[in-house]
């Protein structure tokens, strides 16, 4: 059975993004991002919310293009080939190796956890991850800590019932990001 893996980046006041959708303080230093490629080597399929998807088709296509660091160069070929599901109801199409799914979120998940293949790796959002985390079917959070406060915007997951998680282990990345592993207590 394939994992459903979360990784997201947050400000150290829980926050994904900016009061104004600011996404600019994320550092990607050597050692996160070894650490992000290590779980997109687990995985064989992106996974977003339909906010995210819109964020990463309008930039990842074209990325090297606009910037030329080491992380671009690396990861935007990776991102246009691997298979990509975006969980929406309003979005009518997607490209770069893509599939919409709809339907009831607990049936897709487990349709997508049976098939074959290695694990899934869902980045960012709130919406999605946190009606994936209430129904108990993320496997693995892994929550990068930035050390900058936004004062506010998206939480990293905002839940209405409450979701138990177990340390699995902490890592601190280019001696100022923490990344913390969590998963679900049985």
């Known amino acids: 059975m394939r994992k459903l893996i979360y990784w997201v ?8 993004a900016g009061p104004n959708g600011e996404f600019d303080w994320p550092a990607l230093g050597p050692e996160l991002a070894d650490y992000s490629y290590a779980l997109e080597d687990r995985c064989d399929t ?12 309008a930039y ?3 990325a090297e293009t606009l910037d030329d660091d080491e992380h671009t160069k690396k990861f935007a070929p990776i991102w246009r080939v691997k298979p990509k599901v975006i969980f929406s109801r309003t979005l009518d199409k997607a490209d770069w190796n893509s599939r919409i799914l709809g339907g009831d979120l607990a049936e897709e998940v487990a349709k997508l956890k049976a098939e074959p293949g290695t694990d899934l790796l869902l980045t960012g959002g709130t919406e999605l991850a946190s009606a994936l985390a209430v129904l108990g079917l993320i496997d693995e959070f892994h929550i990068a800590i930035h050390p900058v406060a936004l004062g506010g915007g998206l939480s990293v997951l905002k839940v209405t019932d409450r979701v138990n998680l177990r340390l699995a282990g902490s890592k601190i990345t280019d001696e100022r990001i923490m990344v913390l592993h969590y ?4």
């Open 9 to 16: 980046h947050t400000s150290i006041d829980g926050h994904i």
């Open 46 to 57: 992106f996974v977003y919310g339909r906010g995210v998807w819109e964020m990463m088709a």
């Open 60 to 62: 990842w296509p074209i």
């Open 183 to 186: 998963e679900p207590m049985s």
